[in-house]
């Protein structure tokens, strides 16, 4: 059972605007900890395309943003591609497990 | 630019022993932690270890405690893990993994392209 439950899968169409959410708690996300995603594209390593909650670093398309509410964290794909399929997994810190955890993961199919 | 090379990782039997070693470069390697996480077959990365700077500090999963342990060469721009007591659990594709931002915000940018530690007998 993950600390930070996401959905197993979302799809959409190119062009189309697809959210995943990643589900934390009062030992996580809801303590304030900031939450960061990556992107898994197939056979490749994790590279890193939101962190501190909001921010895009250098090269990363301004199709992806992230949000941060209470106890949970979105990332959002905007004008769906079918180069963006992949795994997305969110990661922050929990202080429960004094330590940092990642998110279930989710897939994301363009249609 | 940044870079991450790992190597090292192979077909162990359980119980046995495996280093694996990353080769940074494109960053100044000593100002920054530095991390091990690894990936099981279908599964989400897991945090494994981490080494700080200039090797004071160093972290470890629940999971590896005792068996696993982190180290560094700053003259080498190089990271090692040294495996022990492997476990078919073990068994994943291990990333190392330059950290990012302060003590409770850590991001990981960039990751290595990982290398496979398959334990089996």
């Known amino acids: 059972q993950s600390v930070l439950p996401q959905p197993p899968s979302v799809s959409g169409t190119p062009g189309q605007r697809v959210t995943i959410s990643c589900t934390g708690s009062g030992s996580n996300i809801g303590a304030g900890y900031d939450v960061h995603w990556y992107q898994q594209l197939p056979e490749t390593a994790p590279k890193l395309l939101i962190y501190?909650?909001?921010k895009r670093p250098s090269g990363v398309p301004d199709r992806f943003s992230g949000s941060k509410s209470g106890t949970s964290a979105s990332l959002a794909i905007t004008g769906l591609q079918a180069e963006d399929e992949g795994d997305y997994y969110c990661?922050?810190?929990?202080?429960?497990?004094?330590?940092?955890?990642f998110g279930s993961g989710t897939k994301v199919a363009v249609l | 630019q940044m870079q991450l090379v790992e190597s090292g990782g192979n077909l162990v039997k359980p119980g046995g022993s495996l280093r694996l070693s990353c080769a940074a470069s494109?960053?100044?390697?000593?100002?920054?932690?530095m991390t091990w996480m690894r990936q099981a077959p279908g599964r989400g990365p897991e945090w494994v270890s981490d080494i700080s700077g200039g090797s004071r500090y160093t972290n470890y999963a629940e999971s590896v405690q005792g068996r696993f342990t982190i180290s560094r060469d700053n003259a080498k721009n190089s990271l090692y893990l040294d495996m022990s007591s492997l476990r078919a659990e073990d068994t994943a594709v291990y990333y190392c993994a330059r950290k990012v931002g302060g003590r409770y915000e850590a991001w990981y940018d960039p990751w290595g392209q990982g290398t496979l530690v398959t334990v089996s007998s």
């Open positions: 990661q922050s810190y929990d202080s429960s497990l004094s330590g940092y955890v």
């Open positions: 501190g909650n909001t």
């Open positions: 494109g960053f100044t390697f000593t100002a920054h932690y």
